[in-house]
């Protein structure tokens, strides 16, 4: 299985990207443009989302798998928001002569309690009747009820396309729904004793939930050189609510 890619940037330290649920590779954009001055930056559309493969099933461990397969022998800068901060810290368990080193963005390698606003989402996108659509506007005029946040609908419509068959949705939002217990898990089992001894940042919005004090024996368990940033007037998505104030964070990590 091959990853849809975007490169930029041709001198410099290697940085990936990896996007949240219902992300993309481009939602980096911003940030990837900004870096490739100084870095190679590679943007990855993860499994089951953008323009990559589907999987049968969703496993963090089989998603590290194929992100890693994708990164070659050179050691990494690996970023990942959320979905991707996971499967990111996974691949850093599991392959870490890969990792250089490691941020993590707003979120924890912890089980959360539950998926429901994901869920609803997801209900959401799958009740839209894509035979009788006829325009982006009509889509975005049936979901406002269910998802009256403008920012919240406009980044699920960037997953609704049209070819020469319809319109369709890049999701694999049937897997998704199944699979909400191990999307809002961690296979901490699986993972066994495994530790990742490189350098670790973890960067969590002030207003979010996601990085809370009971999280941090595991995240010294798991990745013992870590330092943490919490950044005011954000809240889960910390690399667009404050871009400049994330970007000159990581730029301070990778250098």
Avoid at 17 to 27: A, D, P, S, T
Avoid at 103 to 131: C, H, K, N, W
Avoid at 239 to 250: A, G, K, M, R, T
Wanted: aromatic letters at 8%; proline letters at 5%; one cysteine or more.
């Amino acid at each position: 299985m091959s990853l849809h890619r975007t490169e930029l940037g041709e001198t410099g330290s290697r940085v990936v990207f990896c996007h949240g649920l219902f992300g993309q590779g481009r939602n980096w954009t911003q940030a990837a443009k900004a870096l490739s001055e100084e870095h190679r930056v590679l943007l990855l559309d993860m499994p089951n989302h953008g323009r990559s493969p589907w999987t049968e099933t969703f496993d963090y461990l089989e998603l590290a798998d194929l992100v890693a397969a994708e990164l070659g022998d050179e050691p990494v800068a690996l970023v990942g928001h959320s979905m991707g901060g996971k499967i990111a810290m996974c691949l850093a368990l599991r392959h870490p002569r890969l990792v250089e080193r490691l941020a993590v963005v707003d979120v924890a390698p912890v089980a959360y309690p539950s998926g429901r606003e994901f869920v609803g989402y997801i209900e959401t996108m799958q009740g839209l009747d894509l035979a009788a659509l006829g325009s982006r506007s009509e889509a975005e005029d049936a979901l406002r009820e269910a998802v009256p946040n403008p920012v919240v609908r406009s980044f699920l419509l960037q997953n609704l396309r049209r070819s020469d068959d319809g319109w369709h949705w890049q999701l694999n939002l049937d897997l998704l729904a199944d699979s909400m217990p191990e999307l809002t898990g961690w296979p901490a089992e699986a993972l066994g004793e495994e530790t990742y001894d490189g350098p670790v940042l973890w960067v969590g919005g002030a207003d979010s939930d996601y990085i809370a004090d009971e999280h941090a024996e595991e995240m010294d368990r798991r990745f013992p050189r870590n330092r943490r940033v919490l950044v005011k007037g954000a809240g889960h998505w910390v690399h667009s609510e404050q871009p400049e104030v994330f970007l000159e964070v990581l730029r301070r990590f990778l250098a």
